[in-house]
Structure formats: structure tokens, C-alpha cells
């Protein structure tokens, strides 16, 4: 049986004054090994006729995170701070990737800015600083620390009882690495909570009674996914959510 074929929207990175379609190597693979599936690179060229083709043969959409942030005028924000980083072809790309796989019953899993791309698209709000909101942690990491440092254990996280992830976790409570500094302010309609930070902060969700499997995660699951059960559990079940859409397309 084949793989499914999920796909993975690129950044858009400048090397040497040239654009490249860029997507991290841990995403791909988690995905490979963690879901069991097939990474399919779409480039961010914000070209509906190609979304649409392209979404007609693939079993999953994977959101990663980014350096870079949504551009605040697609969610009603002020204008960016001076040095923010953004990238207006993945933009265009995922937004409205986001909402015809919804559609479609794709499953979707986000990660990060790939969470963040998810609620936005679908009508919500983002914090730009988290940090300078009362009330809230500085949930960024220390960019010059070891990677095993920045992307190792910084918070709890506050499952909702009988939600997905607290079913996969076998609890309540779970530990999370943190990398961000923008979040959810104000989540979309039919989106709902699956787990907040100690400090309140919404850090995944998913959709409520969607045709497939959507979910959004503030955390980096993909990162040694190996060593940590609950995201093992994370990748096999978007795994097992795409090869349930593969056999269905494929019939």
C-alpha cells in the first residue's frame, strides 16, 4: 500500500539575493517517520489554480512553523513593528490552502506559525507580542542557547478533559517546548480548545465536528518527536487520519 501524500507549504528564504522554497528537515521527517507519509514540497507561489490541483491528490496538509509572522492586515492588527520578519507568499499560500482543505475534509495538522495560519485563515485574531500582553509569560526562546536547550521543556500545558490530545497523552497536564512570540487572541469560529498554558494562553486547538482531522498545535511537536510520547502520538494519528483519506480517495 502506498504512502499518503501529505503536503508541506514552503517558506520563501533569499539566498545570495535569489528566492528559495525552503522547508525544515524535521518536519519532513516527522512526517516520513513519525506519520508513515509521504512529504510532498508545495511551493508558496500563491497561485489558486495550482492549490487546487494540487490538493486534488494529496491525503494531508502539514502547517510547519517559521522565523517569520502572518502580516497583521490579514487579521485586522496594527502594523508590524520595525525588524518583524514576514513572508507574503506564504501568505498568500496558506491562508487560502487552510480553508479548501477544510472543505475538502483534508486532514491538517499546524505547528506554530502553521497554528497560527490555521486560525487566521479561518477567522481569527492573533497577539503580535505575547510578551507585552499583561498577564501573559514571554513564551520566545533564548536565540542563542543550544538547540537542545531552545527547543527542550518551558511550560505546562492545561489539557481539556475528554479532548483529543488529553486522550493521547493519558492526561491532563503536559510539558511543552516554547518558541514564539505571537498567539491566539481571539480564536475562529468552530475552532475549539484543546489545551492553555499556565498563564491562559490557548497553545492547540482544533476543529469542531469537521469532516476530517484538524489540528493546531503552539508547541514544536516535530522536534525529536522520537523521545517524546505524546508527540509520537501526535504524528501517528495525523498519519492514521491521511491513509483513512488516501483509502477514500482512492476508492
Not at 490530545?165 to 497536564?173: D, H, K, T
Not at 498554558?197 to 482531522?213: I, K, N, P, Q, Y
Request: proline share 8%.
Amino acid at each position: 500500500m502506498k504512502r499518503p501524500v501529505v503536503g508541506i507549504p514552503c517558506d520563501i528564504k533569499l539566498f545570495h539575493a535569489f528566492p528559495f522554497h525552503a522547508v525544515g528537515e524535521k518536519y519532513i521527517t516527522a512526517l516520513t517517520s513519525g506519520a508513515g507519509a509521504l512529504p510532498w514540497l508545495i511551493p508558496s507561489l500563491g497561485d489558486d489554480a495550482l492549490l487546487d490541483e494540487t490538493l486534488g491528490w494529496l491525503d494531508g496538509i502539514l502547517l510547519p512553523g517559521s522565523p517569520s509572522n502572518i502580516q497583521p492586515h490579514l487579521y485586522g492588527g496594527a502594523p508590524s513593528r520595525a525588524g518583524m520578519l514576514h513572508d507574503p507568499g506564504r501568505d498568500a499560500s496558506t491562508l487560502p490552502l487552510v480553508v479548501r482543505a477544510v472543505e475538502r475534509g483534508l486532514p491538517v495538522l499546524g505547528i506554530c506559525r502553521g497554528a497560527q495560519e490555521v486560525n487566521v485563515a479561518l477567522g481569527g485574531e492573533l497577539y503580535q507580542h505575547v510578551q507585552d500582553e499583561p498577564g501573559y509569560f514571554d513564551h520566545r526562546e533564548s536565540s542563542d542557547a543550544p538547540l537542545e536547550r531552545q527547543y527542550g521543556p518551558a511550560h505546562h500545558v492545561n489539557l481539556t478533559p475528554g479532548g483529543w490530545l488529553a486522550e493521547w497523552a493519558g492526561s491532563e497536564r503536559i510539558e511543552v517546548n516554547s518558541l514564539h512570540q505571537q498567539g491566539v487572541k481571539r480564536l475562529a469560529p468552530g475552532l475549539v480548545v484543546e489545551g492553555v498554558a499556565e498563564d491562559g494562553l490557548v497553545e492547540a486547538f482544533r476543529m469542531d465536528a469537521a469532516r476530517g482531522f484538524l489540528l493546531a498545535l503552539q508547541w514544536h511537536p516535530e522536534w525529536q518527536y522520537w523521545n517524546n510520547p505524546v508527540s509520537t502520538a501526535i504524528f501517528r494519528a495525523f498519519g492514521d487520519a491521511c491513509r483513512s483519506h488516501r483509502d477514500k480517495r482512492l476508492e
